[in-house]
């Protein structure tokens, strides 16, 4: 059974930094794309990163590149998220998410099979 399992979340000031943390199971590691989404309250779920293990690829959507990265531990199957320069708009439900697949043409959500439960992250003013 595909587990993802969010920590890290919480509550921040702005400016401030976080490092969510994915951890996985289930599944072979190195197969999988795994990204991250994000969804505030009333908006859309929005595609920020994903990592594809099996030749470290990785990329960053445009609206927070600069200061979120993505990286992975193989030897844990866990894949993080650091979050720099934290703004209030930032404030979210964060996901973890998977699919059995090469890293998609477009960062969309119908694009991934299984979705973790999500972690809030708060940035105060």
């Known amino acids: 059974e595909v587990q993802l399992v969010e920590s890290g979340g919480g509550l921040v000031q702005a400016g401030g930094s976080l490092r969510l943390s994915c951890a996985t199971s289930g599944f072979t590691f190195r197969d999988y794309t795994i990204a991250w989404f994000r969804q505030a309250p009333g908006k859309e779920r929005e595609g920020l990163a994903y990592i594809y293990n099996n030749n470290l690829s990785t990329y960053v959507a445009h609206s927070v590149k600069g200061r979120f990265t993505i990286s992975s531990d193989n030897a844990k199957n866990t894949v993080y998220l650091q979050m720099n320069s934290l703004k209030p708009e930032d404030t979210a439900v964060y996901y973890c998410?998977?699919?059995?697949?090469?890293?998609?043409?477009?960062?969309?959500?119908?694009?991934?099979?299984?979705w973790g439960r999500g972690t809030q992250v708060t940035v105060s003013s």
């Open positions: 998410v998977a699919a059995p697949l090469t890293p998609p043409p477009l960062l969309l959500p119908q694009a991934f099979d299984y």
